[in-house]
């Protein structure tokens, strides 16, 4: 078959599941896994060639290919065929999938970057500017002034050099310059001696060649990172690429920073923090095979590994993970399917396992590797509970939460007051008639949703939607003036305790607080290691290491143990133990306390006298008694639309459809067979951002047969009349079901 007989079957990033055909370009057809501008509609669009053969008989004429845009496939081998396997596990269009697994530029169709570094240099007026400077610009100058450096050295030896450089760039005394890729290596600094623990995982993890997936079980504090070191090395050691997961883009300079230190070789991270030409850069370095580690969150678990060695997930059971829009794939499973096609050894680490990898664990499907002990034989911090009830609170806190605080403060200590409700208070009350500020595009199942009081009183913002508004000068029910801010929020938690402690500094790292480039770092850096407060969301339970931290205080945990979500009880266990987990590092015991009003509830009671294990062993039995995964397999069709009845009308098309699929009763007396359909419901918010919502939940005893019933009802979900009412999406394995 020649070029001019083939045909180009090409991946397109639309909302269709199927493949479109092209006539080669002029400039011949390439190879699978290019990228091809095609022509679609009225529109040009850029898509991947996935397969190449002759046209169908009886097809119509076909429309030529514009161009193609890459001389060798981009996408090749092993990460096209994980990719075509992650399109039928989550049941959608192929091109949607490649799509997303590109950067942006090359989803435009930009070419493949020429990678290189960039490093900062004195300039002309800065060389002569020396003797004015002073601090850390002055220290910088200093080190640039013998020749430019690269920023991989200067994050491994310079303290907040990018503070400096910014200030130097802005009186144009130094810049920034593009210059070959990197070849400096710092030189590797070696690690502490492994305690017995971490040297019998350790040495598991070397006598498992090719793909095992190992979940290192270790609690806070107990020197998981440094086995993910000396794995990495031995990987490095082999001529081989790592890939390292972490969740938040938050844990990024400060995983680069010990990497570099440690490993001797230039880190890469990819993260939503960079700009589109940086995650091209990176992703193509990666593709060549010159980057040798690299450190990302979520979205890096698409990055090429010609020459994979190792894919590390940190902290595994984070939800960060879990994509929750476009394509809904989960990061963590997804790199363990990519491990088993490039036969490299995947480890799961945590302090708090999901109980779907404890589940994996316990059936021997993983190695389960334990460490049982903090680094250096640090103690386990202290938890106490204190009962709120009958008690006054001051914004929120107790007399004996605040005489701890001081108390820790005193000796020299520093203080975590966790609060997981970021603004200044949850909603703005009308003191003398009730009326709340709401917001007009969401509800939830009884009332409209509050909107949320943000900078001090000055903004309304609803987190559901995103609709911001300034507050009213009076009340619009009865012209009252006594509008007042009711609860507490971390912006608010952060204004008082400033005004009670204003002897030492409270800092507040929430979303709003680090949404700037580097402003994590420069947090941390001004935090530093004197006695000081830290007001925080679950940013701060993300596994940043706090040396000085001797006191963790947990309050508002209320509200998160009565949620329908079966779940909750899960995330909130882990949210305490990561939380619980920042106190006492190094040589000082850390002290916990759990504000609360229902001290004897269950979760709390087993937590603290269990710990996690005790916990999740509880709940792995109460979820196989309720046909729960990890015992069963669900799915969540979800439908939104303007017109509040189409969502249900689409879902019970959807439902009727499925049925076939349905048993007609039990087996075994227990585990329902076949498939077993929930709903269709309203949402538990029913409104969104003006969309009126509804879904149904699909459950099976077993994947194949809930993918078996999704493969036959996914065309026919597309061709249904009231799904051109609606907008649909299906989430496979989903872990947020509100």
Known sequence: MSASDSVLRVALPVPLPRLFDYRPPADGPGGVGCRVRVPFGSRSLVGVVVEIGPPDPGLAELREAEAMLDPQPLLQGELLASLRWLARYTHAPLGEVLATAL?????????????????????????????RLRGRPRQLADRLQAAALDEDLLDAEVDDWRTAARALSRRELAERVAVPASQWAPTPQPGPALNAEQTEALAALRARPGFAAALLDG??????????????????????????????????????ARFRKRLGVPIHALHSGLTDSERARVWAAAWRGEARVIVGTRSAVFTPLPEAGLIVIDEEHDGSYKQQDGIRYHARDFALVRGKALDVPVILGSATPSLETLHNAQAGRYAHLRLRKRAGDAQPPAVRVIDVRKRPLDAGLSSDLLKAMRAALDAGGQVLVFK????YAPVLLCHDCGWSAQCKRCSTPLRASPMTVHGGGRRLQCHHCGARQTPPPACPDCASLALQPQGVGTERLEELLAEKFADVPVLRIDSASTRRKDALEKLFVEFGAQPGILVGTQMLAKGHDLPNLTLVAVVGIDEGLFSADFRAGEKLAQLLIQVAGRAGRADKRGEVLLQTHHPEHPLLQTLIHGGYAAFAETELVQREAACFPPFAHIALLRAEAQHADAPIQFLQAAKTMLMPWCASKPVRGAAPAGLTLDGPVPAPMPRRAGMHRAQLLLSSPTRRELHAALDDAQSLLFALPEARKVRWSLDVDPIDLN
Do not use: F, M
Not at 103 to 131: D, I, K, V
């Open 219 to 256: 609690v806070t504090g107990s020197g998981k990172t440094e086995v993910y070191l000396q794995a990495i090395a031995d990987c490095l050691a082999h001529g081989r690429q790592a890939l390292v997961l972490v969740p938040e883009i938050g844990l990024t300079p400060q995983a680069l």
């Open 103 to 131: 950067p942006s530029a090359l989803r435009r169709g930009e070419p493949l970057p020429e990678t290189h570094a960039w490093a900062w240099r004195l300039t002309e007026a800065g060389a002569t500017a020396l003797a």
């Open 420 to 423: 997981n409700r970021r603004g």
